[in-house]
């Protein structure tokens, strides 16, 4: 299995705070991906990582911030969590963009 | 603009039978195609890739895909379900120029017994 860990793996907060999720790999892939999966929705891309300090917006950015200060870890912010923001959070990476995508367990984040 | 569109939110197959799951994409460029299986609280993991080179392409667990151009589809097909394949199965698109990829909403595999 690559070596993708995600946390926390289960998060519940209330609406107005702020949330950091962290994805940390030990594959040393060059792009990172954080997803969203929702209930007839499949997989949504928040934003991507091809690079340290490289980062752009995927479909469903708005109200999330990531970065990446380091090869290694890949962090998700949501400045301040809303109810809409409820969700299954998965990272993933790859070594290049056309390569099998790796995904983690998975983050779920409610929020009340 | 790339899409991806999976005709089938819920497929039901007795074990033993074929498994047909549908995908068609919508893409302007010659695309890198994918599938990928969730079983129920994981993540996902790649069955198999087309990326232009053999139209049919072979993935795990017996599961196969072909590519058609002209019908802009690539179907997932397997001859013979198992218990074990009852998960939900996403189809991913990325084009040649491609940023990431795209996923579609996916379909939920049963298989009863």
């Known amino acids: 299995d690559a070596g993708i860990t995600q946390s926390p793996r289960h998060k519940v907060t209330e609406t107005g705070t702020p949330v950091t999720l962290r994805c940390h790999q030990t594959e040393n892939h060059r792009y990172m991906y954080w997803y969203r999966q929702d209930p007839g929705h499949g997989l949504r891309l928040i934003h991507y990582?091809?690079?340290?300090?490289?980062?752009d917006k995927g479909e469903v950015s708005d109200g999330y911030s990531v970065s990446r200060s380091k090869t290694e870890d890949f962090l998700l912010t949501l400045e301040s969590a809303t109810s809409s923001q409820t969700s299954v959070y998965f990272c993933?990476?790859?070594?290049?963009?056309?390569?099998?995508?790796?995904f983690g367990e998975g983050s779920r984040l409610t929020v009340l | 603009a790339q899409s991806v569109t999976q005709l089938d939110s819920h497929v039901s197959v007795s074990e033993g039978t074929p498994v047909l799951l549908r995908c068609n994409y919508s893409?302007?460029?010659?695309?890198?195609l994918f599938w990928y299986v969730q079983h129920p609280n994981k993540g996902l993991q790649l069955l198999l890739k087309?990326?232009?080179?053999?139209?049919l392409v072979k993935g795990i667990n017996g599961f196969e895909a072909e590519f058609k151009k002209s019908e802009t589809s690539f179907h997932l097909t397997k001859p013979s379900a198992h218990m074990s394949d009852a998960a939900e199965y996403f189809c991913v698109v990325l084009e040649q120029a491609g940023t990431a990829l795209i996923f579609g909403k996916g379909t939920t595999l049963s298989v009863s017994s």
């Open positions: 087309y990326t232009s080179a053999a139209t």
């Open positions: 990582s091809y690079g340290v300090k490289d980062t």
């Open positions: 993933a990476i790859s070594e290049d963009i056309e390569r099998e995508l790796f």
């Open positions: 893409s302007s460029y010659s695309p890198s």
